[in-house]
């Protein structure tokens, strides 16, 4: 069972900035064949796909947060990214950090449990 922890979660205000960062528990599945995909949610709201990064590198961004967040992965480490910048008061969500595949779209097969990002306005 893979395991994905995340942190980098917080409190900050508008305009300011976020590193998020997700740890893969396991190195035998191989890390480096699978993409990876930050999700968000807030409450009453369905659970969007933030970013995608394939496991060649291409990337992929919801329209919310082009220009301002950049996902990024450190194979060796186990390690997907998401820099958050020029954060806006309606970025506050729980962030989920996954690790999929693409068909077409990203689809997640494993989960985070998620970090709680609050921008203060």
């Known amino acids: 069972q893979v395991q994905l922890v995340e942190s980098g979660g917080g409190l900050v205000q508008a305009g300011g900035s976020l590193r998020l960062s997700c740890v893969a528990s396991r190195t035998i599945f191989s890390f480096n064949r699978h993409a990876l995909g930050w999700f968000r949610q807030t409450p009453g709201k369905q659970r969007e796909l933030v970013a995608a990064i394939t496991s060649g590198g291409s990337t992929n961004y919801a329209d919310s947060v082009k220009g301002r967040f950049t996902i ?38 494993y989960w985070g449990q998620g970090t709680q990002v609050t921008v203060s306005s």
Not at 85 to 98: F, I, Q, R
Not at 100 to 108: M, N, P, V
Request: proline content about 3%; hydrophobic content about 25%; aromatic content about 16%.
């Open 72 to 109: 990024s992965r450190d194979n060796a480490k186990n390690t997907v990214y998401l820099q958050m910048n020029s954060l806006k008061p309606t970025d506050t969500a729980v962030y989920y950090c996954t690790l999929g595949y693409y068909t077409g779209t990203y689809s997640a097969d």
